[in-house]
C-alpha cells in the first residue's frame, strides 16, 4: 500500500465503538468524536461531540462534557450534555447535571443541582399572551 492510501484510510472518521477496558487508568483530557465505552479510571475530564458510556468499574475525577452519557459507574465532577444522560440504579454522581432529558434509575445515587435544558424548538407556553391592558393591571 503506498502512502497515498494509508493517509486517506487514517483521515476518514470512524464509525466504531472505541473500548477503554477496566484495566486502564488515565491522568488528563479524554477526546473522542463517536461512541466510547469506558470502563477504567480517569483523573481528568472526557469532552465529546458523541455517546459516552462508564461501565460499571468507570471511575472519573473530573467533568465530563458530551452529546449523550449512560453511567454505571463513578462520576465525581460535573456532567454537561447536550441530549440524554441515564444514571443507571448502580451509578454514582457526586457533582451537577445538565441535560435536555435525565434519566436516573431507582438505586443509583445523585447528589448536586440537576438542571433540564429543553431543546430550541420544543414549544413553549401554549396559552395565549396577555393583552396590553391586562398586563398594565
Not at 82 to 90: A, D, T, V, Y
Amino acid at each position: 500500500m503506498n502512502l497515498n492510501n494509508i493517509t486517506s484510510l487514517v483521515s476518514e472518521p470512524s464509525t466504531s465503538k472505541n473500548i477503554l477496558t477496566s484495566d486502564v487508568e488515565l491522568t488528563g483530557t479524554l477526546k473522542f468524536d463517536s461512541e466510547m465505552i469506558f470502563d477504567g479510571k480517569l483523573d481528568g475530564e472526557i469532552i465529546s461531540e458523541g455517546t459516552l458510556t462508564l461501565g460499571k468499574n468507570a471511575v472519573i475525577k473530573g467533568d465530563v462534557r458530551t452529546k449523550t452519557v449512560i453511567i454505571h459507574g463513578t462520576v465525581n465532577g460535573n456532567v454537561t450534555v447536550q441530549e440524554r444522560c441515564e444514571l443507571k440504579s448502580n451509578a454514582e454522581l457526586l457533582g451537577d447535571l445538565k441535560a435536555m432529558r435525565i434519566i436516573i434509575e431507582e438505586g443509583a445515587t445523585f447528589i448536586g443541582h440537576s438542571e433540564v435544558t429543553p431543546s430550541k424548538n420544543a414549544s413553549r407556553s401554549t396559552a395565549p399572551k396577555p393583552s396590553a391592558s391586562e398586563q398594565a393591571a
